[in-house]
C-alpha cells in the first residue's frame, strides 16, 4: 500500500477490516495478530470498541480500522452482518451446508424488509426494493427461504 496523507497530516500505515462481536472484543485472535503487527495498542482498541458497541447485543459488527505511522488510530463500525441478522431472526445457531437442498427454516417478508431497513446505511443502494432483493439473496445462500 502506497503511504498516503490524510486530512489530519498523518500518514496511513493500514486500513484493518474485522468482523468482532459487539462489547466483546479482547486482545486474542482476531484482534490481537490483525492489529499487533502495525503496532497498535490492543487494550485502548479493544476498551473503545467494547464501549461504542456495548449496546448493540451479540451481533457480529463490521469495523475498519485505520491505522497511522505513529501507531494510532481511529475506526468506523458499520450495521450488523445481514447473515447474522437472519439466523438471529430463525433463533438458529448456522446456515444451511447445502443450501440448494436443505433448508434451515423460513422469513416473512416484513423480517426481511426489517433487515433490509437496518443495513440500509452499508448496502450499495438506496432503494429498499433493491436492498430486499440483497437480503433475500443471501437468506437464499443460507439455506433461508422468504416467504
Do not use: W
Not at 485472535?29 to 502495525?38: E, I, S
Not at 433493491?130 to 445462500?141: D, F, P, Y
Amino acid at each position: 500500500m502506497a503511504t498516503q496523507t490524510t486530512k489530519k497530516g498523518k500518514k496511513l500505515k493500514a486500513l484493518v477490516k474485522l468482523n468482532l462481536q459487539a462489547g466483546k472484543a479482547t486482545p486474542a485472535p482476531p484482534v490481537g495478530p490483525a492489529l499487533g503487527q502495525h503496532g497498535v495498542p490492543l487494550m485502548d482498541f479493544c476498551k473503545e470498541f467494547n464501549a461504542r458497541t456495548s449496546k448493540m447485543g451479540d451481533d457480529l459488527i463490521p469495523v475498519v480500522i485505520t491505522v497511522y505511522e505513529d501507531r494510532s488510530f481511529t475506526f468506523i463500525t458499520k450495521s450488523p452482518i445481514t447473515s447474522s441478522l437472519i439466523l438471529k431472526a430463525l433463533k438458529k445457531e448456522k446456515g444451511s451446508a447445502i443450501p440448494n437442498k436443505d433448508k434451515i427454516g423460513s422469513i416473512t417478508k416484513t423480517q426481511a424488509e426489517e433487515i433490509a431497513k437496518l443495513k440500509m446505511d452499508d448496502l450499495n443502494t438506496i432503494n429498499l426494493e433493491q436492498a430486499l432483493k440483497i437480503v433475500e439473496g443471501t437468506a437464499r445462500s443460507m439455506g433461508v427461504e422468504v416467504k
